[in-house]
């Protein structure tokens, strides 16, 4: 059991180095190649630039082994999944492999159907750093195997708290750090689990906020792959406190976008010291 100074400690270590981490991204500027899906691209790639990252937008497979070398993450998503894109994603993740870089799997609406579901878990099979999606999707990536009854779209019908044991499962079975995003995002190695209680409910209302903040996972871990777990945690942290102080500002879902993305850009120590939500939880065995 911890005392409560030392949980404060650790709640003051994890602001600062959420801080640190942001600093290093701006300072680097990562590239970040992202094979996604048309709904996602604006936002993702706008919020890697207002993280201080690089993003580049390229699927074609042609261009891989010249451009995908230069990048310093890779991020896939299977949103609009299509058999054309197959390839690309599979030879990208295979070439950063190659190269020790990292990658970054969102398994959109992985039980939508067979096709998709078969493909998250040959994507799985090729080694992602790290894996974020929400409750239902993380469920159902962990369930693949046995036969349940999962839901078919890309929002979640789940609470993140409901996918502790399946990410923890999955982060075990794969090797990957699982992220399960929603109003508190959970966080897992399969040893370590942590809570980030930042974000307002409003960014499930602004399509592709949980691909965005994938792509921002990628950023982080770009520039400390060596430690992935710590990484996932800031970025999802750094994106829910851009999401709280662009809320005071925003009317709706729309004006919520384009003040979230302000935030991010705008985001200095202070605020981050003070604004940085995170627990460490108990239940991780
Ligand atoms: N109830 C909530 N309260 C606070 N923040 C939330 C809540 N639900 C989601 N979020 C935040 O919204 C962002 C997107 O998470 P969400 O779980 O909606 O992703 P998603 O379902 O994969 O979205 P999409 O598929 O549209 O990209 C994350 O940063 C998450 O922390
Ligand atoms: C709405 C939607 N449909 C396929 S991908 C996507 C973006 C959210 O994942
Ligand atoms: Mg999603």
Not at 115 to 128: D, H, S, W
Not at 200 to 223: D, E, H
Not at 234 to 257: C, H, Q, T, W, Y
């Amino acid at each position: 059991m911890k005392n409560e100074n030392q949980s404060l400690e650790e709640e003051e270590d994890w602001g600062m180095k959420t801080w640190k981490n942001l600093e290093k991204v701006r300072e680097i500027s990562p590239l970040i190649q992202c094979i996604t899906n048309y709904v996602s691209m604006d936002l993702m790639a706008n919020t890697l630039l207002a993280s201080g990252a690089s993003p580049a937008m390229l699927h074609c497979l042609q261009e891989i082994p010249d451009f995908t070398p230069h990048a310093d993450a890779l991020c896939l998503n299977v949103g609009t999944l299509s058999p054309d894109w197959l390839p690309s994603m599979k030879s990208a993740a295979e070439l950063v492999n190659e190269l020790g870089k990292p990658w970054v799997f969102d398994p959109v609406a992985v039980s939508a159907s067979e096709f998709r579901l078969k493909t998250c878990i040959e994507l799985v099979g090729l080694k992602p750093a790290v894996i974020r999606g929400n409750a239902s999707e993380i469920l159902a990536l962990a369930n693949a195997s046995r036969d349940t009854h999962s839901s078919k779209g890309a929002d979640s019908s789940h609470g993140s708290m409901d996918a502790i044991e399946a990410a923890k499962s999955l982060a075990k079975a794969s090797g990957a750090v699982i992220a399960v995003s929603g109003a508190v995002d959970i966080i897992t190695d399969g040893q370590r689990l942590v809570g980030v209680h930042n974000g307002v409910a409003m960014m499930q209302r602004i399509t592709a906020t949980g691909c965005a903040v994938t792509a921002l996972i990628a950023a982080f871990v770009a520039v400390d792959p060596l430690h992935a777990f710590e990484a996932t945690v800031s970025a999802l942290s750094i994106f829910g406190v851009a999401g709280e102080l662009g809320m005071d500002m925003a009317k709706g879902p729309a004006s919520l976008r384009m003040h979230l993305i302000d935030s991010l850009h705008g985001l200095d120590q202070a605020t981050i010291l003070s604004q940085v939500n995170i627990s460490c939880m108990s239940r991780a065995s």
